[in-house]
């Protein structure tokens, strides 16, 4: 067989069968007399082999002593293999739903898909003013946090749709989103307990994800939007939340959408 014939055989190419001879794979034929490569079914049953390897997630330095022999693969090799796939299977999957989640327009573009996703359920029963707050807030986080702090967050902002949870952040929200003029000291001194009650250790959570993956003055540009896009009483809420948890947790921080 000839190069091209072999590489057919095999489903590689040409250019591919060159590189295992480069890097002492797939061992030299001998040549014709014209100067031609004459690969034989040894060499075929060889490159099948490399191929099936490579299939399981086998990287081509891993090969050599499997080649010299089949049952030199050595568990640690097999544990490894197993863990990788679990984390492109976890990786796909969370891919999966990001797509679909933007295919059907619970999201914006310009926005990490990490956080569009975790936040398109929280968005549910909302105010359209308040949900595009709470994507330019997204926004600034998706600047100023890490991929581990963007992956973190999503974790978090998953927790608050979970069913245990999901009522009573609706519910929290949609007071907050009434508080104005007519709101008295009593409602808003109710609403900060309900608040620290159910979703303090939750801020503390995302305050240290701020502090540990995000840039200096994230929790200070934050806090900045939040004055600008609130009520007087709603900055009320959110400073004495701001308060209660820096007098439980020794240290000051941005509270969450």
């Known amino acids: 067989m000839r190069s091209k014939d072999i590489a057919k055989r095999a489903r590689v190419t040409v250019r591919t069968l060159r590189h295992y001879h480069q890097i002492g794979l797939l061992p030299e034929p001998?040549?014709?007399?014209n100067g031609y490569r004459h690969y034989t079914v040894h060499h075929l049953v060889r490159l099948l082999r490399i191929r099936r390897l490579t299939t399981l997630g086998l990287s081509l330095r891993q090969l050599a002593p499997l080649l010299e022999d089949s049952h030199a693969v050595r568990l640690d090799v097999l544990d490894q293999l197993a863990t990788s796939l679990t984390d492109q299977i976890e990786r796909l999957q969370k891919q999966r739903k990001i797509i679909a989640a933007l295919r059907s327009g619970k999201g914006p573009l310009d926005v990490s898909p990490e956080?569009?996703?975790?936040l398109a359920p929280l968005e549910v029963g909302r105010s359209g003013e308040v949900n595009n707050s709470g994507r330019d807030q997204s926004t600034l986080?998706?600047?100023m946090v890490n991929d581990?702090?963007?992956a973190a967050l999503a974790e978090l902002y998953?927790?608050?749709?979970?069913?245990?949870?999901?009522k009573i952040v609706l519910a929290l929200g949609q007071r907050f989103d009434r508080l104005g003029l007519e709101t008295d000291e009593t409602e808003i001194a109710e609403l900060v307990d309900a608040y620290v009650l159910h979703l303090g250790n939750w801020m503390k959570e995302f305050n240290a994800v701020l502090r540990q993956f995000a840039e200096k003055e994230t929790s200070l540009t934050l806090?900045?939007?939040?004055a600008e896009a609130t009520t007087p009483q709603q900055r009320r809420v959110l400073t004495e939340i701001g308060l209660r948890l820096v007098s439980t947790d020794g240290r000051n921080g941005s509270c969450g959408k």
Do not use: C, E, F
């Open 223 to 226: 806090w900045a939007h939040a």
């Open 115 to 118: 956080l569009t996703v975790a």
């Open 141 to 143: 986080i998706d600047h």
């Open 30 to 33: 001998s040549r014709d007399a």
């Open 148 to 150: 581990k702090g963007r």
């Open 158 to 166: 998953d927790r608050l749709a979970a069913p245990d949870l999901a």
